[in-house]
């Protein structure tokens, strides 16, 4: 028997879309599902002025094969020299829609991140002023903290204080991982909301790490045990409009994920709607996949859900994905959640 689900068309609010060849191959992925994505600046050297975003996204719209129609939503990296007057300018003139927030070390190209928070306070002070969201990535980086307790030692020490400082700052806490990440989220007062990845959905530390080490599983922040999975699993499903889609889609090559020093980073573009159909109706809320992926955060971020729409199809018949796609830079192996797959975007 086939089922159909028709939703608005989704948007991806954490996406990682690179530049030359990786972004040629992987931008069509995302494009045939999704409306729009906040485009995250982690490019080499990184996106940080106005100029950098509006360059940046004119190569992304060069790079869109005709007959595909997508947004990218620009996103700043804020660095310890950002300009309060550039930042703002690039929001009033429409370029950025977000600024990033990297702790310095955090993740793959962070080194230009922040180091000291007091640095970057005129630019933060002028981001909850004019209403511009700051998107983090929320980890200490301070090497006495074990890598499984760096999200939740970053609420403590500086999310709250950070918010208790600017309560008028408009925060999006990124990929969040573990059970006090949704609690922050789903309790604090104030402006706050959080993005859930779709691999860490499918999958806890137990999938990366027992009967072998299955690096293409490695990203950051890392997959935490099980009872965190359910935390994030029962938060996206939950229809609470502060948790939606942010896939984190984050391509590696082959060579560059199975190294003695693998990078960071999931690639999950081209199966993550039918991997989230699968996720919903396991916790019984296909009915609330469309505001997790469609509807939460275009309200987020003040602007209008999609006119067109997607449909999603099950059958009998597990759907077969590509392993990994090719790109000019080399392969990139596709997340495999470990399980046949059922659904397919046919519309
Ligand atoms: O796993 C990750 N990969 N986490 C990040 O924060 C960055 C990303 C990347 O750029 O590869
Ligand atoms: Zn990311």
Redesign the pocket.
Known sequence: MTQRLTIRRPDDWHL?LRDGAMLAAVLPETARHFARAII?P?LVPPVITGDDARAYRDRIMAALPEGLEFTPLMTLYLTESTDPADVAAAFADGIIHAVKLYPAGA???SASGVRDLSRVRPVLEKMAEIGLPLCI?GEVTTPDVDIFDREKVFLDTVLDPLRRDLPDLKVTLEHVTTSEGIDYVREASGDIAGTITTHHLMINRNHMLVGGIRPHYY??PVAKRSTHQQALRVAATSGNPRFFLGT?S?P?TDPNKESACG????FSATNTMACLAHVFEEEAALDRLEGFASLFGPARYGLPVNDTTITLEKTDMPVVYPARIDTGEGPVTLFDPGHSLYWRVTA
Not at 263 to 266: E, K, L, T
């Open positions: 990682h995250m982690n993740t793959t190209n990535h990203c950051l984190d984050a590696h990078c960071a980073g999931v």
